[in-house]
């Protein structure tokens, strides 16, 4: 069967395609119950734009890119985040998440930098396709101030565009949000 891919705003993603991508996220990472998929990582892929192979009409993968704010060198940037990378367990390694991942890095282009949590499993795929490895320091920018991040560092890669210089040995510091901040 042919895997087909589109490109939308959370806008324009009906009500039952938002469900089938979060059970899909939920099937693959777990459910709270089991410190998997939560709400708050649910909100993090929405209000962007979001990726969806389709095989027969079925949800089979997903990316989401939102927006966000990093702090680095005195500056604030624009970061395209990457969110909720998933291809359902029987339709991997066949290239369905390097084909996700190729339109995200399109999509870049509106953006200073991006930037996403890795997984263990996922790491492999964003280091073969350019991303690289935030090597300094990590914070969030927190209702109380800025608060280190020590247990995200290692697990933050990025991919520097064209015209904005980032020191990967330098402090990354992203904004607020609930549950991961990373």
Sequence with gaps: MTVRQSTCATADVDAPTLAAVRGLLVE??????DEGFTDADWDHTLGGHHV????AGEV???AA???RRVLHDGRTLRCGYVEGVVVRADRRRRGIAD???AEV???LAGFDVGALGATDDGRPLYLR???VPWRGRLSALTPSGVVPTPDEEGDVLVMAL???????DGGLTCDWRLGDLW
Excluded: I, S
């Excluded at 693959?28 to 119950?33: C, K, N």
């Excluded at 969806?52 to 095989?55: F, S, V, Y």
């Excluded at 064209?162 to 990967?168: E, K, S, T």
């Design 28 to 33: 693959v990472f777990g459910d709270a119950g």
């Design 52 to 55: 969806l192979a389709r095989e």
């Design 60 to 62: 089979v993968g997903h």
């Design 65 to 67: 890119l939102v927006c």
């Design 99 to 101: 084909a996700l991942m």
């Design 105 to 107: 890095e399109r999509l």
């Design 129 to 131: 396709r350019g991303w």
């Design 162 to 168: 064209p015209g904005v210089p980032l020191d990967l």
